[in-house]
């Protein structure tokens, strides 16, 4: 048995989860203390991933160029004295 399992029978054997009431009542008050972003948090961190997108975008095409090149020249080696 896994380590939540043994958990589980633990709380079943104790009857600390037989009431599924007070599990609803618990999970309510654990979701009461969620503390939301606000509007302006969630439009900075959101302009934050994009431009992070972009640079990453941006950075991997400039790799990729580069790589393409490289290869390419490498190969055009072979080509020039086959």
Known sequence: ????????ARALRNGAMINPFVF??????EAGKVV?????????TTGM???MVVFASLFFVAVDEILRVL?????????QHG
């Open 1 to 8: 048995m896994n380590f939540l399992g043994v958990r589980v």
């Open 24 to 29: 609803i009542q618990q999970v309510r008050a």
């Open 36 to 44: 939301w972003p606000t509007r302006r948090e969630t439009l900075v």
């Open 49 to 51: 991933v994009l431009l």
């Open 71 to 79: 290869v390419g020249f490498v190969l055009g080696i072979g080509r």
